[in-house]
């Protein structure tokens, strides 16, 4: 666009032409503000120029070139070629160039012949680049059509402020009006140019006014999401008379998605693909952008390219966060004088994805407060829960301490019985049957009440791998009994860590207790121990059999009924302790052992006091030598 001249002030339309007494000839050509209807298109108000300057009754040119610049191509291009009108009159020929777009007679065909403006001569280049009427010989632009004329009129055509091309005239021979005809050319053309122009401008402000009045009525009625999305899109296509546009949304990922497409079926799911990558692009950014060609697209594919004219990409932007891009183009049948979107239709755009925005981000902030709401809701149904369960829990307590004396009781009497009983009495079999079931009682009851008494837990440096051979010596007996196998898989490698070891090797106890009930006679258990990463763990493993429908998450419940209560007692002691030790128990099955339990504790935090001793068991052990040396002396 370097090569378009600055607008000049426009000439006042001549007179008509004047009869041979001198005075003005009114009847001879209708004034050039009339020639056309407003409404008219850019090609009517061409095809009306070329009928008026090549019929007897007009300008009377033998033959008419319209030169029209092309914005994306950046040349003059011959667009239209008319030859003389051999319509009776001229009104006709005007009435037929409106209708159809060919007059009766003329022959009009696209040329192809374009030109840079910086290559023009003649009275053409004159007439391009001082936008004034000029006449001269044609063959000063070599390869034009109207070189092999002597004798050429050019009139220079402006649409607003912007030149708009150029209307070539060859006459057959003299004609004495010439310059009256070019004088009026020009001025038909720069009336009906911007005639239409204001026209275009009216149908322009009508379409947003429209488009804003449909926004505001759909903003206050109840439609969901997708509709109003899809309404912003349609809208922003209508607005600024584009034949597609896209609607892209940002998704949680931060990548962009195609949420609505518009605009004829053909081409608009491909159109919709290709603007993608500068729609990211535009969002990255933050910045809208548009243009007039279709290789000025960031990453537009070829295909897409070459079939796209005019575009714009706004980003959806709300209270500094990107939600998405709004992208409108417009094809090849688009007139080449027609430029970029302008300001206002620009603005218009950047309106409407301002509404797309808001309308997201409350959609966002809905969605998060359904969200809240849930969960808040979960959490009152899980405090609900939690205020019945230590309710259970503090009644079972209470059962507890009640229960013991009772037990006691029994216990003592049983014993006493059973003491009395002389040795061959079978009766003493069954008392004994009774003392183990009821110190199982007492175990039970007695575990229920450590377990909501637990108190923090006592730390040193230890070895846990001693730790857990010390536990699982205490079941030697009961594995032996039942012809249980243990195998055991301990890691020499383990660090020293920090732990209560008397808790511990109750955790270990626990869980071997309840693998020894699960266990058939004859099967396995496993005992691992290992480092991974910044934890040891320890693997605890049987081969029992595990029922189908068995909830693990539920194995864990201290008050638990059914046959597992005792079991789920003592395993949820253990998840207590491992817990306070900063660590994490976990359950599963895999292959041949049904029952997979570990726990795993943290080594950060042991490391400072693995560098250096322990100034407390130093202490410990000079106050013990002190002792031991007082002793001995005494």
Not at 201 to 223: G, I
Not at 390 to 418: C, D, T, W, Y
Not at 554 to 559: D, I
Request: aromatic share 4%; charged share 25%.
């Amino acid at each position: 666009m370097d090569h378009v001249p600055q607008p000049h002030a426009a000439k006042p339309a001549p007179a008509p032409p004047s009869t041979a007494s001198g005075k003005p000839d009114a009847n001879r050509w209708p004034a050039p503000q009339t020639l056309l209807d407003p409404e008219s298109d850019l090609g009517t108000i061409e095809r009306t120029l070329l009928a008026f300057a090549t019929h007897p009754q007009g300008a009377g040119a033998s033959r008419a070139w319209l030169l029209v610049w092309n914005s994306r191509s950046g040349l003059v291009e011959g667009w239209r070629e008319a030859a003389s009108s051999a319509s009776p009159t001229l009104e006709q020929a005007l009435s037929a160039a409106r209708r159809a777009g060919s007059p009766d007679g003329a022959s009009e065909r696209i040329h192809a012949w374009a030109e840079s403006p910086d290559r023009l001569e003649g009275p053409v280049a004159h007439a391009w680049r001082a936008q004034a009427i000029a006449s001269g010989d044609g063959g000063e632009q070599p390869g034009a059509p109207w070189a092999e004329s002597s004798r050429i009129g050019a009139v220079p055509l402006r649409r607003g402020t912007r030149a708009y091309g150029v209307l070539v005239c060859v006459w057959a021979g003299t004609v004495s009006h010439e310059a009256e005809a070019l004088e009026w050319l020009r001025a038909a053309a720069e009336s009906n140019f911007g005639a239409q122009r204001r026209a275009v401008e009216t149908r322009r402000l009508a379409r947003q006014a429209r488009a804003n009045a449909e926004l505001a009525r759909t903003s206050v009625s109840a439609v969901n999401l997708a509709e109003v999305l899809h309404l912003v899109t349609r809208l922003a296509a209508e607005a600024v008379d584009a034949r597609g546009a896209v609607l892209y949304r940002t998704e949680a990922r931060g990548s962009l998605k195609v949420e609505v497409a518009h605009g004829q079926p053909v081409m608009r799911d491909t159109c919709a693909r290709g603007f993608l990558a500068a729609a990211r692009e535009a969002c990255a950014t933050g910045q809208a952008c548009a243009g007039e060609r279709g290789d000025e697209v960031p990453h537009l594919p070829p295909g897409v390219s070459g079939e796209t004219s005019t575009w714009a990409i706004v980003p959806l932007v709300a209270y500094g966060r990107c939600l998405g891009a709004l992208v409108v183009y417009d094809g090849l049948d688009r007139h080449p004088c027609e430029g970029a979107y302008e300001r206002a239709d620009l603005d218009h755009l950047a309106a409407l994805a301002d509404h797309a925005a808001l309308v997201l981000e409350h959609a966002r902030i809905g969605e998060e407060g359904r969200r809240r709401e849930q969960l808040r809701s979960d959490q009152s149904a899980r405090l609900r829960e939690l205020d019945r369960l230590a309710a259970i829990g503090e009644m079972a307590v209470r059962v507890a301490q009640e229960s013991r004396n009772p037990l006691a009781s029994i216990a003592a009497f049983v014993k006493r019985a059973h003491r009395e009983l002389p040795e061959e009495d079978a009766r003493r079999e069954y008392l004994e049957i009774v003392l183990r079931e009821t110190e199982r009682l007492e175990t039970m009851l007695g575990e229920q009440m450590e377990y909501s008494q637990l108190q923090r837990p006592s730390l040193e440096m230890q070895n846990l791998n001693g730790v857990v051979q010390e536990a699982l010596q205490r079941f030697s007996e009961s594995l032996v009994r039942r012809r249980v196998r243990l195998l055991k898989r301990l890691a020499p490698d383990l660090p020293m860590l920090l732990l209560d070891a008397h808790r511990i090797r109750r955790v270990v106890e626990n869980v071997v207790a309840f693998a020894l009930e699960s266990v058939p006679m004859g099967g396995r258990i496993r005992v691992d121990s290992r480092r991974a990463a910044d934890h040891v763990v320890v693997e605890i493993a049987h081969d029992g059999v595990r029922h189908a429908g068995d909830l693990l998450d539920q194995l864990f419940v201290p008050f638990a009924s059914g046959g597992t209560a005792g079991a789920a007692v003592g395993l949820g002691v253990a998840q207590q302790i491992v817990r306070e030790h900063g660590g994490e128990v976990r359950l599963r099955a895999d292959g041949e052992w049904s029952t997979i339990f570990s726990f795993t504790l943290p080594i950060a935090g042991n490391e400072d006091r693995r560098k250096a001793p322990d100034r407390r068991s130093v202490r410990g052990e000079r106050r013990r030598r002190r002792d031991d040396d007082g002793t001995r002396g005494s």
